[in-house]
């Protein structure tokens, strides 16, 4: 019974992730002018703080992706590095995955 339980809580998991995928039929066009951890000051707190860059994120209502800027942020406790995000190939064209603190 614990066996199965588990299967179905990855399974669902698994499917609830795939859902919210968004997948696009070509990647839109990255931005002419993207800011670089050089053209923003890094903020001078005491804090942890780390260079998030540019990223896709999907609009529900347009329905599209819109570009978010790079930015520095402060980073969760535990958290020193962000991993960017990518553009992965998939049956129906390209999927974003986004970028995540690790």
Same mark, same amino acid.
């Given at each position: 019974?614990?066996? $199965?339980v $588990? $299967?179905?809580? /990855?399974? /669902?998991?698994? /499917?609830? $992730?795939?859902?919210?995928?968004?997948? #696009? &039929?070509?990647?839109?066009? &990255?931005?002419?002018?993207?800011?670089?951890?050089?053209?923003?000051?890094k903020?001078?707190?005491?804090a942890?703080w780390? *260079?998030v860059?540019g990223e *896709?994120?999907?609009?529900?209502? %347009? =329905?599209? +992706?819109?570009?978010?800027k790079g930015h !520095?942020? =402060?980073a969760?406790k535990?958290k020193?590095?962000? =991993? %960017?995000? +990518? !553009? @992965?190939k #998939? @049956?129906k064209? !390209? &999927? *974003?995955s986004?970028? +995540? !603190? @690790?």
């Amino acid at each position: 019974m614990r066996k $199965l339980v $588990l $299967l179905f809580l /990855f399974v /669902f998991i698994g /499917f609830t $992730l795939k859902i919210t995928a968004q997948v #696009v &039929e070509e990647k839109p066009k &990255e931005p002419t002018e993207k800011r670089t951890k050089n053209d923003i000051d890094k903020p001078t707190t005491n804090a942890t703080w780390v *260079w998030v860059a540019g990223e *896709w994120d999907w609009k529900k209502d %347009s =329905k599209e +992706y819109k570009w978010v800027k790079g930015h !520095w942020e =402060k980073a969760p406790k535990n958290k020193k590095c962000w =991993k %960017s995000g +990518y !553009w @992965k190939k #998939v @049956k129906k064209g !390209w &999927e *974003w995955s986004p970028g +995540y !603190w @690790k």
